[in-house]
């Protein structure tokens, strides 16, 4: 079935970003401050609402039901409300923005595309919590993961560019969020991030792995209820929390070259929680042939992944300095020696999501019962 205009969404922690396609590709993409009209910012290349007949949003999202692309309808969006609460920094904004489009877009199909989806592939043992069986059941309290979206984007351009797939393969997506994944013959066996994108690694704001008694005598001692203090590990924590003022790489990166001791602290400990991560990846893999950089941060910045692959030096992983320093766009940055491929991936996930709403929008299919196919792997 022919696709006509769709205007894909994608809302970050960070950032509100849109792009419109049509049969031909990519048309424009925009980047919009909080108040901005989508209409007024697509300008001459959308002379009516009328013309977009998909709007297509990035979904992170805990809960069985949203480890599906689908289209999105009252369920999904009642769904949404419900497990809001558990993504503050993506559903609620992502909750907003869908009712401000509906409202433009009234003649449109809406489609919600998974960032767990490409996660749900990992083993059994990876989506488990040590928690009570019938608890974590009744709450589906698991691992899902996230940033799949655009681990899929890395794992496409990978075979686009090198014709084919490393069978064992890292990616590590380093941006306002950050997570490391796990890929064997390309699929996800294990993502940093768990119930909800705070688990895992050190991000710009978000506090990551953190010992759930110190949680407990963060809330007592400073009478913080669920809200408050998920506002503290979502928003005031990571590399913010760190430093004290700052959570902008490029910034931090500036005033550790000019001497200042938090901002090398702050670093310091981003690094190694990212390095300690893939060690522990490649454990679970069973060994390693490539290692993918993505996000704003990964594949933005040449002294991040200097420094990541410095600490992995016990692997005999090269990395060419020169192409590093250099590298645009999709580029191999590791030495002829090196036993572990290396590559810069810009992030697409405009085009993913663009990919799978397309697959979805021409085979639709009878809607099923919430998450009941994937459930049955979780009833041991």
Request: proline residues 3%; charged residues 25%; aromatic residues 8%.
């Amino acid at each position: 079935m022919a696709m006509g205009k769709r205007l894909i969404v994608n809302l970050g922690s960070t950032s509100r970003k849109y792009a419109l396609f049509d049969d031909s590709g990519e048309v424009t993409r925009v980047s919009l401050s909080k108040d901005e009209s989508v209409v007024l910012k697509l300008g001459k290349n959308l002379q009516s609402p009328d013309e977009i007949e998909a709007v297509v949003l990035r979904i992170v999202a805990p809960g069985l039901y949203f480890l599906k692309h689908r289209e999105i309808d009252s369920e999904f969006v009642h769904k949404m409300n419900r497990a809001a609460v558990f993504s503050p920094l993506h559903l609620k904004s992502t909750l907003r923005e869908y009712h401000e489009l509906r409202k433009i877009f009234r003649s449109a199909r809406f489609f919600g595309i998974s960032d767990s989806a490409f996660q749900s592939t990992k083993p059994e043992a990876a989506f488990h919590y040590g928690l009570p069986r019938e608890m974590a059941h009744k709450h589906e309290l698991y691992r899902y993961g996230y940033h799949g979206i655009s681990c899929s984007a890395v794992v496409r351009q990978i075979v686009e560019v090198e014709e084919r797939l490393p069978q064992n393969l890292i990616i590590c997506h380093l941006g306002g969020g950050a997570s490391i994944t796990a890929v064997r013959e390309g699929k996800a066996i294990d993502n940093s991030m768990g119930f909800s994108p705070l688990e895992g690694l050190i991000m710009e704001t978000r506090a990551g792995n953190t010992d759930p008694m110190a949680l407990a005598m963060l809330s007592k001692s400073y009478g913080l209820n669920q809200e408050k203090l998920l506002e503290v590990l979502n928003k005031k924590s990571g590399l913010l929390g760190l430093h004290g003022h700052e959570c902008d790489m490029l910034k931090l990166l500036a005033l550790e070259a000019r001497g200042e001791k938090a901002a090398r602290e702050a670093l310091d400990v981003y690094i190694y929680r990212i390095v300690k991560e893939i060690g522990g990846m490649i454990t679970a893999l069973g060994g390693l042939n490539a290692i993918a950089f993505t996000g704003a941060i990964g594949a933005g910045s040449s002294l991040i992944r200097a420094r990541v692959i410095e600490g992995l030096k016990v692997f005999e992983i090269g990395l060419d300095a020169k192409k590093n320093r250099t590298a645009k766009g999709f580029a191999r940055v590791d030495t002829l020696l090196s036993r572990v491929a290396v590559f810069a991936v810009p992030s697409d996930e405009f085009g993913e999501m663009n990919l799978i709403a397309k697959k979805l929008y021409s085979n639709k299919k009878p809607k099923e019962k919430s998450g009941l196919g994937i459930l049955q792997r979780f009833l041991w």
